[in-house]
């Protein structure tokens, strides 16, 4: 059984950084098309800020771009997601998962990880 393990997240100012990370367990990050991050804010569509294929290609939208950064560790089996220069509108629950070949995500979501900016 698949587990993806969000965490990471808090409350920081505006201007601040943050790390989070996804254990993922069940199967490699390596086997899969690609892993993602997602945001979902309050009333809002859970939208896509990261990629990282399996041959460790990034894509990021322009909403995030310059400002995270998205890797793994391959012994870990983690996915991280370095995120910089925050703002108010960052605020959302960050997800992971796995999508395959259409970018549609694969497996059951994890409970994700707050993410609050503000002053």
């Known amino acids: 059984q698949v587990q993806l393990v969000e965490s990471g997240g808090g409350l920081v100012q505006p201007g601040g950084s943050l790390r989070l990370s996804c254990a993922v367990s069940?199967?490699?990050?390596?086997?899969?098309?690609?892993m993602d991050w997602y945001h979902q804010a309050p009333g809002a569509q859970r939208e896509v800020v990261a990629r990282?294929?399996?041959?460790?290609?990034?894509w990021y939208p322009d909403s995030v771009k310059g400002r995270f950064r998205i890797s793994r560790d391959n012994a870990k089996n983690t996915v991280y997601l370095q995120m910089n220069s925050l703002k108010p509108e960052d605020t959302a629950l960050y997800y992971c998962?796995?999508?395959?070949?259409?970018?549609?995500?694969?497996?059951?979501w994890g409970q994700g990880t707050q993410v609050t900016v503000s002053s």
């Open positions: 998962n796995a999508v395959n070949s259409e970018h549609v995500p694969i497996y059951e």
């Open positions: 990282i294929w399996s041959d460790a290609l990034v």
């Open positions: 069940g199967i490699s990050i390596l086997s899969v098309n690609a």
